[in-house]
C-alpha cells in the first residue's frame, strides 16, 4: 500500500518562499502521476499543481509563474517550490497520487491516495 508523507510547510511572510515534499513510499513497480491541492478554512479543496508519470506538468492558473512542481523518481518524492507566496496561498497542502500502470499486474487497479496534510501560513 501507498504511503505519503508531506513535509516543509511553515509560517511566512508575503513574498517569501517554501518548499514542500511529498515523500512516496510502499511501492516501486508501478508508476504515478502526483498532484498538489490545497484547501483553506471555509474553502474546497483545489488543485493546484500535478506531474503525471512522464513528467508533465499543470498548473492552476492562480499559481502559475510562482510555483514550480517537480519530482525525484529515484526518491520516490515530490516537490512543490513555492515562491513570491501570498496570503491567499495560506491553506493545508496535501500530495495526491494516483497509480497509472506498471511492471506487475496490480499496477492496472484503480488506487489513489492521499497524504495527511502540510501547513502553509503567510502573513502579510
Known amino acids: 500500500q501507498v504511503q505519503l508523507v508531506e513535509s516543509g510547510g511553515g509560517s511566512v511572510q508575503a513574498g517569501g518562499s517554501l518548499r514542500l515534499s511529498c515523500a512516496a513510499s510502499g511501492d516501486t513497480y508501478c508508476y504515478y502521476d502526483m498532484s498538489w491541492y490545497r484547501q483553506a478554512p471555509g474553502k474546497e479543496r483545489e488543485f493546484v499543481s500535478g506531474?503525471?508519470?512522464?513528467?508533465?506538468?499543470s498548473y492552476a492558473d492562480s499559481v502559475k509563474g510562482r510555483i514550480i512542481i517537480s519530482r525525484d523518481n529515484a526518491k520516490n518524492t515530490m516537490y512543490l517550490q513555492m515562491n513570491s507566496l501570498k496570503p491567499e496561498d495560506a491553506a493545508m497542502y496535501s500530495c495526491?497520487?494516483?497509480?497509472?500502470?506498471?511492471?506487475?499486474?496490480?499496477?492496472?487497479?484503480?488506487?489513489?491516495?492521499w497524504g495527511q496534510g502540510t501547513l502553509v501560513t503567510v502573513s502579510s
Open positions: 506531474i503525471d508519470k512522464n513528467g508533465l506538468t
Open positions: 495526491k497520487t494516483v497509480r497509472r500502470g506498471g511492471t506487475r499486474v496490480y499496477c492496472s487497479r484503480p488506487l489513489e491516495v
